[in-house]
């Protein structure tokens, strides 16, 4: 099994900076995506940013040009730059990896236990 484990998140005034770190337990054999969601008070949990192996980064339209997702292989950990945060921005943030832990087995989506971000006006 894979455990994610997401940090980072808290409480910041509009136009600041935060930066999520979601580190995995182990490393994986493959991985197909890394993403980042969220979920707001209310709404559907939405996707936010993804690398797709060997495809293009793609983010959603409310974020592209302030947010910024990246992933460090030697530390298994995955990053979301947030910044020029605005209220709207205020969820719970999940980290999600869909891999193979070994050669034969399916891939399977992992998901962290959610980070809380805040932003204040």
């Known amino acids: 099994q894979v455990q994610l484990v997401e940090s980072g998140g808290g409480l910041v005034q509009a136009g600041g900076s935060l930066r999520l770190s979601c580190a995995a337990s182990?490393?994986?054999?493959?991985?197909?995506?890394i993403a980042w969601h969220r979920q707001a008070p209310g709404k559907q949990r939405e996707l936010v940013a993804a690398i797709t192996s060997g495809g293009p980064t793609n983010y959603v339209d409310s974020v592209k040009g302030r947010f910024t997702i990246s992933r460090d292989n030697d530390k298994n950990t995955v990053y979301l730059q947030m910044s020029s945060l605005k209220p709207e921005d205020t969820a719970v943030y999940y980290c999600?990896?869909?891999?193979?832990?070994?050669?034969?087995?399916?891939?399977?989506?992992?998901w962290g236990q959610g980070t809380q971000v805040t932003v204040s006006s």
């Open positions: 999600n990896i869909r891999g193979r832990i070994a050669l034969g087995r399916s891939p399977t989506d992992y």
């Open positions: 182990r490393r994986l054999f493959s991985i197909n995506v």
